[in-house]
């Protein structure tokens, strides 16, 4: 008699709602993440949700805002500040180089802004923006803080009450090597007096900060407002869980370990890194730029099969292919297996290449 295979999901179905203390639960790991011990705001939703509640709620009309831009995430975020009302100014820096804390600091001496916001690392473009000196130099001026970790979160150092930080946005599924569907905010106490004073910060919407402090953070936290996302919370929970077990300390050092093995493999088969300065190379994305030589169609069949290796979004699969050697991917064996396949591809000793990303591993950041 053939037995019925049980369906590869049958773990997901039938869970009841989670509870308020499993919420708790996870708010006490996010916060553990962005090492503060102040508020986290959960979204129930993709990380650009949370972003775009960010910017709603920090903007309004006669809000000055500096929006350093270094890749397109930036220039969506200064799109929102600016419907919101907001009169901004994006510090622009080419996509294949970062922001500098020296012209960072000249526009806030020069445009006066009250809020800046910037991407930590850019997955869309590999490069890592040096978030301590941009922080310190905004803090200085007495401006509000606001930043994108939901790629670098995991992957890069984040100290959000030891640098400061106003608000920093993180996703579960880059660095964190978890699900999409739950992102969450850390927010200051500066932060909400800021928004307290916002008369635009929305209300009544999904996308309220002010909503979710008053129907959970400030509540008894005895029921979970509206009905909560248990499979994606769930998810996060373990991700989580996982990342802390192995110490995030150790997730953030394997994740350089990552960049530093890419960076020898990409040499070894002679391509040239997008970044201008390997200063900037970030340890979630590690990205290529195309040459007369590499061109797209030569890659083409390598990109579907195997996620670790991905085209530019949007414009950028004109300029460049992505290594993203970030969350399950920040391994050795799933390097080993895309750049393999990659030797072979263009003709170079596999063998070779194996061996090189284990020395560079093994040799660390
Ligand atoms: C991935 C990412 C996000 C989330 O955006 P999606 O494209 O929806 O995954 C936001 N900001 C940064 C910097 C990211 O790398």
Known sequence: MSSVPKPPHAALLDQVPL???ELVYLENLMARTFATTGDVVMMQAEAIAALEAVALSVAGPGVRALNIVTGPYGDGFGQWLRRQGAEVLDLRFEFDSVATAAAVTQAIAEFSPQVLSVVHAEAATGGTNPLPEIIAAARAAGVLTVV???AAIGAEPLLVDEWGIDIAVMGGQ???A??????????????????DNNPAAPQNSFLSLLDWRELWL???KESVPGMP???????????LERVHAEGLDHVIERHHRARTATLAAITALGFRYWQQSEKSYAPVVSAIGYSATHRVENLAPLLVPNRILSPGNGPLAQHLWRVNHYGQFA?????QEAFTALAQELGHDPEHIRHILQLAWDEGQ
């Open 174 to 176: 880059k660095s964190l």
């Open 19 to 21: 509870t308020a203390q």
């Open 148 to 150: 994108d970790s939901v």
């Open 229 to 239: 996302n248990w499979l994606e919370a769930r998810g996060l929970i373990a991700a």
């Open 178 to 195: 978890g699900p999409a569907g739950i992102s969450a905010a850390s927010v200051s106490a500066r932060a909400w007096d800021w928004i």
């Open 331 to 335: 391994h050795l064996a799933p390097l």
């Open 218 to 220: 400030r509540s008894a």
